[in-house]
């Protein structure tokens, strides 16, 4: 069973907006990570958290986890064209099985220019 | 340094042909796994290794074998390839044994009909 969930599905927004991307996940986990995927290319690590902190930036990347919740979002400053791409989560088992990822199915967010 | 090399990106099979999918690492990288993505599914595991000769089962192993015989080269054998194993797969690696994959390959199309 997947073990994040994305949302939303689908994201359409234009260029110089804020595009917001929530994940929630079912177990306790180390780490929660964000991947983007270009449509036919293979993933990009974006970002990783791990399940003590909070909050994390990267650029025009912030990422919060609420453990309490279950929960992570990935926020995009300024979006532009070229961050048209299917963004993902996903998180390791806790517990000491963090060797296995379990990925989320997916927001695919489109930036129009 | 070419990253994660996956070969080959399209190949077609019959069902209950056997084939090996290649993939490669030039960056010394311990932990290597491969995943499949099917539409609307996001990533599963399929297998893993923490290293040469270590390898373990992912959450959809069935029909699948793996070996790890160097640290550069984690092929992925199908031994009777069946439609239901028609996906994308990728083969990550990761620059420690601890957090998971920050490297993809950009993957190979497979259709068994």
């Known amino acids: 069973s997947q073990q994040g969930e994305e949302d939303p599905q689908a994201l359409s927004i234009q260029e110089g907006e804020n595009a917001t991307m929530n994940c929630s996940y079912k177990t306790s986990i180390n780490n929660l990570q964000w991947y983007r995927q270009n449509s036919g290319r293979g993933l990009v690590h974006l970002i990783l958290?791990?399940?003590?902190?909070r909050e994390k930036h990267s650029g025009r990347l912030r990422v919060t986890l609420d453990t309490s919740k279950k929960s992570s979002s990935l926020l995009i400053t300024a979006s532009r064209a070229a961050d048209t791409a299917s963004y993902f989560c996903?998180?390791?088992?806790?517990?000491?099985?963090?060797?296995?990822?379990?990925f989320g199915k997916g927001t695919l967010l489109t930036v129009n220019p | 340094n070419a990253g994660v090399t996956q070969t080959p990106k399209f190949q077609v099979l019959k069902t209950g042909q056997s084939m090996t999918l290649q993939c490669a690492q030039d960056?010394?990288?311990?932990?290597m796994s491969w995943y499949r993505q099917d539409p609307g599914m996001g990533l599963r595991l399929i297998h893993y290794s923490v290293g040469a000769g270590i390898t373990d089962q992912g959450e959809v192993p069935n029909g699948y074998n793996v070996s790890r015989s160097t640290t550069e080269d984690f092929p992925l054998r199908l031994l009777s390839a069946a439609p239901s194993q028609t996906s994308v797969y990728f083969c990550?690696?990761?620059?420690?044994?601890?957090?998971?994959?920050?490297?993809f390959g950009s993957g190979t199309r497979l259709t068994v009909v």
């Open positions: 990550a690696s990761s620059s420690t044994p601890g957090p998971p994959p920050d490297t």
């Open positions: 958290i791990r399940s003590n902190e």
């Open positions: 996903a998180t390791d088992g806790g517990g000491g099985s963090n060797y296995k990822l379990t």
């Open positions: 960056m010394n990288h311990e932990y």
